[in-house]
């Protein structure tokens, strides 16, 4: 069964830094997947935060995040990274992975991040 498992959450104070991992395990082909982070906040829709595409890497970011955080990949070691940096409460929100090939998507199960002093 296809998994993507997240790590790496916690409670951080305003202008501290984070590294989120997401291993995915039973991917036939991890690398052919754009792999993206969204997140969560408590009476808020899902929101999309980074993505990294399958073939070239290229990186989008939303707004709120750029020249904070950083996605990158690791196809060797099917797994895909956030770097969260100078954090601020708003970032509060439970991180999920997402994994979308043209035929499938996969979510993990999140891991709650919370900015506070």
């Known amino acids: 069964q296809v998994q993507l498992v997240e790590s790496g959450g916690g409670l951080v104070q305003p202008g501290g830094s984070l590294r989120l991992s997401c291993a995915a395990s039973?991917?036939?082909?991890?690398?052919?997947?754009?792999m993206s982070w969204y997140r969560q906040a408590p009476g808020k829709e899902r929101e999309l935060v980074a993505t990294?595409?399958?073939?070239?890497?290229?990186?989008i970011y939303a707004d709120s995040v750029k020249g904070r955080f950083t996605i990158s990949r690791d196809n060797a070691k099917n797994t895909v990274y956030l770097q969260m940096n100078s954090l601020k409460p708003a970032d509060t929100a439970v991180y999920y992975c997402?994994?979308?090939?043209?035929?499938?998507?996969?979510w993990g199960q999140g891991t709650q991040v919370t900015v506070s002093s």
């Open positions: 997402y994994a979308a090939s043209r035929v499938v998507k996969y």
């Open positions: 039973r991917f036939a082909a991890f690398s052919s997947y754009a």
């Open positions: 990294i595409t399958s073939a070239r890497g290229i990186t």
